[in-house]
């Protein structure tokens, strides 16, 4: 079974940082786009940023110069630097191992880890 153990979230005032961390197996890591997904209360899951094997990031628009995907190959582990927080990033985020085939999508999640922003 894969498993995705994310860790980093918290609470934090406007303006502040925060880092999540997401740990893969290798075998998981190596091929899957690794990515960030968030979800608020009574909304819909969304797509925050990816990060593909060959280290190209996608971003939404809300988050761009402000969070920063990246990935550790020696350690298997997606991070999600997240910069001058505001309340509507408010939402639990959650780890996302995605792949693409000609026949299917495949993706595994993570537990989901708490961001909340507020003064």
């Known amino acids: 079974q894969v498993q995705l153990v994310e860790s980093g979230g918290g609470l934090v005032q406007p303006g502040g940082s925060l880092r999540l961390s997401c740990a893969a197996s290798r075998t998981i890591f190596s091929i899957y786009t690794m990515g960030w997904y968030r979800q608020a209360p009574g909304k819909q899951r969304e797509l925050v940023a990816t990060?593909?094997?060959?280290?190209?990031?996608n971003y939404r628009d809300s988050v761009k110069g402000r969070f920063t995907i990246s990935r550790d190959n020696a350690k298997n582990t997606v991070y999600l630097q997240m910069n001058s927080l505001k309340p509507e990033d408010t939402a639990v985020y959650y780890c996302n191992a995605g792949l693409t085939t000609t026949t299917r999508r495949y993706d595994y999640w993570g537990q989901g880890t708490q961001v909340t922003v507020s003064s």
């Open positions: 990060i593909t094997i060959g280290d190209s990031t």
